[in-house]
Nanobody, 125 residues
Framework: VQLQASGGGSVQAGGSLRLSCAASGLTFSRTVMGWSRQAPGKEREFAAGISRGGGTSHYADPMKGRFTISRDNAKNTVYLQMNSLKPEDTAVYYC???????????????????WGQGTQVTVSS
């Protein structure tokens, strides 16, 4: 399984970024996908998750109303649109796959089976 994340960068507070994650080596349309992030000196935390067909999505409280997760099963790609970015959003963002039985996106980062290499997001004030 390979998860290739891209789209990170440096933006000013209030700006936007769109992360992409291309997946291979799994049946994408049957896989719950998610994003987590890890800030310096902190544990990895769940950010957003989306069900196999895209009909259900969950967000951690700090992301609600600002981040949107989506997927394109024809392209084996999951996205994270991040708006109104804040300095506290600065972190390495990881794409993750949950190949478990349930279609409900887990809100726990540790429940995801596979991880990409991460992409750095830096938000300056």
């Amino acid at each position: 399984v390979q998860l290739q994340a891209s789209g990170g960068g440096s933006v000013q507070a209030g700006g936007s970024l769109r992360l992409s994650c291309a997946a291979s080596g799994l049946t994408f349309s049957r896989t719950v996908m998610g994003w987590s992030r890890q800030a310096p000196g902190k544990e990895r935390e769940f950010a957003a998750g989306i069900s196999r067909g895209g009909g259900t999505s969950h967000y951690a409280d700090p992301m609600k109303g600002r981040f949107t997760i989506s997927r394109d099963n024809a392209k084996n790609t999951v996205y994270l649109q991040m708006n109104s970015l804040k300095p506290e959003d600065t972190a390495v963002y990881y794409c993750a796959a949950d190949t478990g039985y349930y279609n409900t996106p887990s809100r726990t980062a540790g429940n995801y089976d596979y991880w990409g290499q991460g992409t750095q997001v830096t938000v300056s004030s």
